[in-house]
């Protein structure tokens, strides 16, 4: 079964700090992969999809199919990245699977 | 645009109960999905809407029922409600065509339901 695995709950780092938040998945095929994030009372929004290849603000994600994860990077954390962050595979046309979410606190 | 509306915010009901939610997509967007969260997870689908047609189904009972409406808002309905279905309800839009999706949802901000 298509499974996306967060095993970080929480994450807590220092202003300035590297940012890692950790991401794997189960896929038979070739997987889409998402970053979503949630800031305080803020909606759920998208923030990068690998196929994309982008950096937004500052944070970037790339897929490793040998060791199927899709970790979100950032070298220097801001105050303003703390959030909610969810990890999320497409199945099919119709569906996101999502994983259960790390809360980021970045500690001024 | 308000983005993707949803109501009610906030809900209590009891067990076996009935409840409705109600969703209105970003305008121009016509597919519908939602999402289910529970406390501490991640969110979970439910259906996905095309052009009034459900195009997708998760793994939920068929006590969990979804229309949509011509001018693309959409219903979710829970019947017979149990306290597990307390959960943070989420709808969300997107401008996929139907049978091609990019994975970029717009959500709106939820419709909490508690059931007593």
Redesign the interface.
């Known amino acids: 079964a298509q499974r996306?695995t967060?095993p970080e709950?929480l994450l807590s780092v220092f202003k300035g700090a590297p940012v890692e938040l950790k991401c794997n998945y189960s896929y038979s095929g070739s997987p889409?992969l998402?970053w979503y994030v949630q800031y305080s009372r803020q909606?759920?929004?998208?923030l990068l999809?690998h196929i994309s290849r982008e950096s937004i603000k500052g944070f970037t994600a790339d897929l490793n199919k040998g060791e199927t994860s899709f970790h979100l990077k950032k070298p220097f954390a801001q105050e303003e990245d703390s959030a909610m962050y969810?990890c999320?595979l497409?199945q099919?046309?119709?569906?996101?699977?999502?994983?259960?979410?790390t809360r980021l606190t970045i500690n001024p | 645009d308000a983005?993707?509306t949803q109501s009610p915010t906030h809900l209590i009901k009891t067990r076996g109960q009935h409840v409705t939610l109600r969703c209105s997509p970003i305008s121009g967007h016509k597919s519908v999905?939602w999402?289910q969260q529970v406390l501490?997870?991640?969110?979970?689908?439910i259906f996905?809407y095309y052009e009034k047609e459900e195009?997708?189904r998760?793994n939920f009972p068929d006590r969990f029922s979804a229309r949509q409406f011509p001018n693309y808002s959409s219903e979710l309905n829970v019947n017979a409600l149990l306290l597990g279905d307390s959960a943070l309800y989420?709808c969300a839009s997107s401008s996929?065509t139907?049978?091609?999706?990019?994975?970029?949802?717009?959500?709106?901000?939820g419709s909490r339901l508690t059931v007593l």
């Open positions: 996306v967060q709950k889409e998402f909606r759920l929004q998208l999809r969810y999320a497409l099919g046309a119709q569906k996101l699977v999502f994983g259960q979410g | 983005g993707v999905s999402y501490g997870q991640g969110p979970q689908f996905q195009r997708g998760g989420l996929t139907g049978t091609e999706n990019t994975g970029e949802l717009f959500f709106g901000e």
